[in-house]
């Protein structure tokens, strides 16, 4: 069913107020990222209107995973439930599976995860069993953006927090699973709450490979 757009509010969903569109046209029909309503300026129209899904700019932002900078995959980051206070959760995406050819955009959807570094674990999994290099189950060291941080605990920060010249990391270890084999976040050798440059999100193969920033906190593989 597509409902009415709210007329004096359009960019928000009619029924859970969620911002869902940054730009919305009349001849589109758009959904809700949050509760899944989709909703029209003339819902009678639907059948000559193209409908476009979820067009959130948080939910379809790519947040890219290189492999030791080598573009690899992404993550996008949507928000469920509602309220100001919505749970995330994070998919990975993969560029260019090999083994899928004619997969629309060469993008391929692995999974969907609640953490952060787990989504990227899912990644290095694709990497270590399925992909570029296989049979390898070599622990990784990753790079996650640490979205937990306070950005108004730190005075010496704040500034550069806000105009997105620093971001907050943290950095552990990726390791497969003793039974499965699958790899996932060993959240026990994560350090949180690093300042560095941003764009530095990623997996890392050695600790040589690691941004001269964040070296000093990688642990041991």
Same mark, same amino acid.
């Given at each position: 069913?597509?409902?009415?757009?709210?007329?004096?509010?359009?960019?928000?969903?009619?029924?859970?107020?969620?911002?869902?569109?940054?730009?919305?046209?009349?001849?589109?029909?758009?959904?809700?990222?949050?509760?899944?309503?989709?909703?029209?300026?003339?819902?009678?129209?639907?059948?000559?209107?193209?409908?476009?899904?979820?067009?959130?700019?948080?939910?379809?932002?790519?947040?890219?995973?290189?492999?030791?900078?080598?573009?690899?995959?992404?993550?996008?980051?949507?928000?469920?439930?509602?309220?100001?206070?919505?749970?995330?959760?994070?998919?990975?995406?993969?560029?260019?599976?090999?083994?899928?050819?004619?997969?629309?955009?060469?993008?391929?959807? @692995?999974?969907? /995860?609640?953490?952060?570094?787990?989504?990227? +674990? %899912?990644? #290095?999994?694709?990497?270590?069993? !399925?992909?570029?290099?296989?049979?390898?189950?070599?622990?990784?060291?990753?790079?996650?953006?640490?979205?937990?941080?306070?950005?108004?605990?730190?005075?010496?920060?704040?500034?550069?927090?806000?105009?997105?010249?620093?971001?907050?990391?943290?950095?552990?270890? @990726?390791?497969? /699973?003793?039974?499965?084999?699958?790899?996932? +976040? %060993?959240? #026990?050798?994560?350090?949180?709450? !690093?300042?560095?440059?941003?764009?530095?999100?990623?997996?890392?193969?050695?600790?040589?490979?690691?941004?001269?920033?964040?070296?000093?906190?990688?642990?041991?593989?």
């Amino acid at each position: 069913m597509i409902i009415h757009w709210n007329s004096d509010k359009a960019h928000r969903c009619p029924r859970c107020h969620t911002i869902t569109v940054d730009s919305p046209s009349k001849w589109e029909v758009y959904t809700c990222c949050t509760c899944g309503s989709r909703f029209a300026r003339w819902p009678r129209m639907q059948r000559f209107l193209r409908h476009v899904g979820v067009t959130c700019e948080n939910c379809t932002k790519r947040h890219p995973v290189p492999v030791d900078g080598v573009p690899f995959g992404f993550l996008h980051r949507r928000h469920i439930g509602r309220g100001t206070d919505m749970p995330s959760v994070f998919e990975a995406w993969l560029h260019e599976p090999d083994e899928l050819p004619t997969h629309r955009d060469r993008l391929l959807y @692995l999974n969907t /995860h609640t953490t952060r570094a787990d989504a990227i +674990a %899912d990644l #290095a999994h694709w990497r270590s069993f !399925l992909g570029r290099q296989e049979d390898d189950l070599s622990p990784v060291l990753a790079v996650v953006v640490d979205e937990e941080f306070d950005m108004w605990a730190s005075d010496e920060h704040r500034e550069e927090l806000l105009d997105g010249t620093v971001d907050v990391y943290g950095v552990g270890i @990726l390791r497969p /699973h003793p039974k499965h084999g699958r790899f996932h +976040a %060993d959240m #026990a050798t994560f350090t949180w709450g !690093l300042i560095a440059p941003p764009g530095l999100e990623g997996i890392y193969t050695q600790a040589g490979n690691l941004p001269e920033s964040l070296t000093a906190h990688a642990p041991r593989i």
